[in-house]
């Protein structure tokens, strides 16, 4: 899914931070924010059941269990200066179109992250790697309490 080439303006980076220096002081903002504003706007989009491949989702039950939760998880995020490219890998609920959740979560995560953080973003690829069918999951009934 990433490029070899850059993708962003600058050094382009992951896992470090964004700097904005003013004449007032200096901001940092580091690149698993950046993520985590990503994942949370991904997240909101109808449509999109969970974020991250099997194995991620897998860790991110048992966090669940335990009380903590990965906001940024199935993102990687490349930021450049004044730019990121955004990489996410989502399961869609069915019977959901994939191809408009995707350009929901495209506009979602690209307004988000301008918006809080500042940068201006240059691409977000989407990767669905899965699809949640709500009725193989079993659905409590209210009435008796079975799963059905």
Known sequence: ???TTNRVDGTATTGTTTTQVTTKGKTIIDDTVVAKVAGIAARDVPGVFALGGNAARA????????GSSALGQGVRVEVGETQV??????????????????????????????????????EVNIAINDVNIPALNG????TDGRVR
């Open 139 to 142: 659905v409590v009934d209210e």
């Open 59 to 66: 860790f991110g039950a048992i966090r669940d269990a335990i």
């Open 1 to 3: 899914m990433a490029s």
């Open 85 to 122: 490219a955004v990489d996410l890998t989502i399961v869609v609920d069915y019977p959901t179109p994939m191809m408009d959740v995707a350009t929901a979560v495209r506009a979602a995560v690209t307004s988000a992250v301008t918006e809080l953080v500042g940068l201006e973003v240059t």
